[in-house]
């Protein structure tokens, strides 16, 4: 385990010693945050409807049919 260590500190010692690397270290998440952001940020606005789900309930039994009830009433669609 010391040596694990020892390699973790000595690693982390050259990263921030060479500003280059931690820049990079820094400035990558944060840019491939931006550009996922920019990608899919308008998600919530636009929406997604009308897409038809099939839901097949091949055992017939009642909790089978009360979960077909759930997924068929407008509760579930208002909250979706």
């Given at each position: 385990?010391?040596?694990?260590?020892n390699?973790?500190?000595?690693?982390?010692?050259?990263?921030?010693?060479?500003?280059?690397?931690?820049?990079?270290?820094?400035?990558?998440?944060?840019?491939?945050t931006?550009?996922?952001?920019?990608?899919?940020?308008?998600?919530?606005?636009?929406?997604?409807s009308?897409?038809?789900?099939?839901?097949?309930?091949?055992?017939?039994?009642?909790?089978g049919?009360?979960?077909?009830?759930?997924?068929?009433?407008?509760?579930?669609?208002?909250?979706?």
């Amino acid at each position: 385990m010391k040596k694990i260590l020892n390699i973790a500190w000595k690693d982390l010692l050259i990263t921030l010693s060479d500003p280059a690397a931690l820049i990079l270290t820094i400035a990558t998440p944060f840019a491939l945050t931006l550009v996922m952001i920019f990608a899919f940020g308008n998600v919530n606005n636009s929406g997604i409807s009308g897409i038809p789900v099939a839901v097949v309930n091949l055992d017939e039994g009642e909790f089978g049919q009360k979960l077909v009830d759930v997924f068929e009433s407008e509760d579930l669609a208002d909250l979706i």
